[in-house]
Nanobody
Framework: QVQLVESGGGLVQPGGSLKLSCAAS????????MNWYRQNAGKQRELVAT???????YYTDSVKGRFTISRDNARNTVYLQMNTLKPEDTAVYYC?????????WGQGTQVTVSS
């Protein structure tokens, strides 16, 4: 059983920065792609960023150049550095991975960008 625990969310002003963390247990994440999703009330969950097991990264267009996903396999942790935050980045952010055919999700961490 894989457990993912997100942290680092909060309230930040437009233009500010936050760094989210996702600590994994129950599996060695070095073998798996790790993802960050986000979701607002009434909207579909959106893939924000992915880092593969060999370090290849993917970003949705709206965060390119502002967000950076990284992984620390020694700590079994994935990060999402978010810079130049905008009000439209406000959402609950979820960490995700798939092990075999099973998808695992964290509980989510709220990010609110507002002045």
């Amino acid at each position: 059983q894989v457990q993912l625990v997100e942290s680092g969310g909060g309230l930040v002003q437009p233009g500010g920065s936050l760094k989210l963390s996702c600590a994994a247990s129950g599996a060695n994440i070095r073998f798996y792609a790790m993802n960050w999703y986000r979701q607002n009330a009434g909207k579909q969950r959106e893939l924000v960023a992915t880092v593969t097991s060999i370090g290849i990264t993917y970003y949705t267009d709206s965060v390119k150049g502002r967000f950076t996903i990284s992984r620390d396999n020694a700590r079994n942790t994935v990060y999402l550095q978010m810079n130049t935050l905008k009000p439209e980045d406000t959402a609950v952010y979820y960490c995700n991975t798939a092990v075999g055919v099973v998808n695992y999700w964290g509980q989510g961490t709220q990010v609110t960008v507002s002045s």
